[in-house]
């Protein structure tokens, strides 16, 4: 498995409870979520290497 990066990241306090909702409506935990939606975010846009499209959470 790939290594993790820390990164502390600020947040609006409502965009934070908006992802919280779908994390939780997701099963997910917040980090799962934001991992999620980043990783979605570099595949749409064609910029998510090769190596990282199978691995990953979902």
Do not use: H, T
Request: hydrophobic share 40%; proline share 3%.
């Amino acid at each position: 498995m790939a290594q993790k990066k820390q990164y502390p990241l600020r947040i609006d306090s409502r965009l934070w409870q908006a992802l919280e909702k779908w994390a939780a409506d997701d099963l997910r935990s917040v980090n799962a979520q934001m991992e999620f939606i980043v990783r979605k975010a570099l595949r749409d846009a064609g910029r998510l290497p090769k190596e990282q499209e199978e691995g990953g959470a979902s």
